[in-house]
């Protein structure tokens, strides 16, 4: 009696963790990403809105430089106008507020290249056994430590005029020092200064602290005809004849042509000049 065998194979391959493991990281990395990316747009409106009322309400003339990335930092500047500190001022804050971040930038960028520079010419010393790995790794330390004091000087230097200007614009709508307060707390807590801003937008200026807006020219009176600005008017001609407007026609004198005879003229001066011949 045949008998039927049936084989059956399985496999069962353990599936790692790594793969579920990377989706997790993945997707937290995209949440987060996504919240970072919100947070910095919700801060920009929120400060680029609250900047751009304000300026407009102080009468400047180019407020939308509050939405351009970097110009916006100039026009907060200017709306602080000059700082006053005890010896000297800041005329222009704008400029600086502007120039000092690309200042940090650009040292930043050269020590960097410095760095790697250094690093690979003493790795190449050392490759060829001339020597100078250690001068190498020294100028290395140097270099990196001029960077970092670089950096923190110029962060520094910025957060102390953000301070300073941030003081000088809040202080036209808080009292007291309310407005240094503020203007700390926008250096350390973050979204504080665009809500600051946006909130502020719309306060009454403090008495005395009001801008001074130049008023728009006076409409120019209109040309009156004749007058020092217009042209002399044409006086009308008058008319000519009539009763009320006899004309006066010049009478030839005797001996001239078309002058009547003196027995005519005598007769014309009528009745009173024979009156006085009769009475002679």
């Keep these: 009696m045949g008998r039927d065998y049936h084989y059956t194979y399985e496999y069962n391959y353990p599936v790692s963790n790594s793969e579920g493991l990377v ?12 919240l970072i990316l919100a947070f910095v747009l919700v801060s920009y409106i929120f400060h680029s809105v609250g900047l751009y009322t304000i300026g407009k309400r102080m009468g400047k003339e180019y407020p939308w430089l509050a939405f351009i990335p970097y110009a916006r930092d100039y026009f907060q500047g200017e709306l602080a106008g000059p700082i006053k500190l005890k010896n000297k001022e800041i005329k222009n804050p704008g400029i600086w507020n502007l120039v000092i971040p690309i200042i940090s930038s650009v040292l930043a960028g050269v020590f960097g290249v410095l760095i790697i520079l250094v690093t690979g010419v003493g790795a190449a ?17 140097m270099l990196y430590t001029l960077l970092i004091v670089a950096v923190i000087a110029a962060q520094a230097a910025q957060m102390a005029l953000k301070v300073l200007i941030n003081k000088q614009i809040l202080e036209r709508f808080t009292t007291g020092n309310m407005g240094l307060v503020h203007a700390v ?9 665009a809500l600051c801003f946006f909130v502020m937008r719309k306060r009454d200026f403090n008495p005395g602290m009001e801008p001074k807006i130049t008023p728009p020219p006076a409409p120019l009176p209109p040309v009156i005809p004749g007058g020092p600005e217009g042209p002399a008017a044409t006086p009308p001609a008058p008319p000519q004849g009539g009763p009320e407007n006899p004309v006066d026609v010049p009478v030839p004198l005797a001996g001239e042509e078309g002058a009547a005879p003196a027995a005519e003229t005598a007769g014309a001066a009528g009745p009173e000049a024979d009156r006085d011949e009769k009475t002679e």
Excluded: D
């Design 23 to 34: 989706g997790v990281i993945l997707s937290v990395y995209l949440i987060i990403l996504t």
């Design 125 to 141: 010393a050392q490759i060829s056994g001339a020597g100078g790995a250690g001068i190498a790794l020294l100028f290395v330390i």
């Design 185 to 193: 707390l926008m250096i350390v807590v973050p979204l504080y200064e």
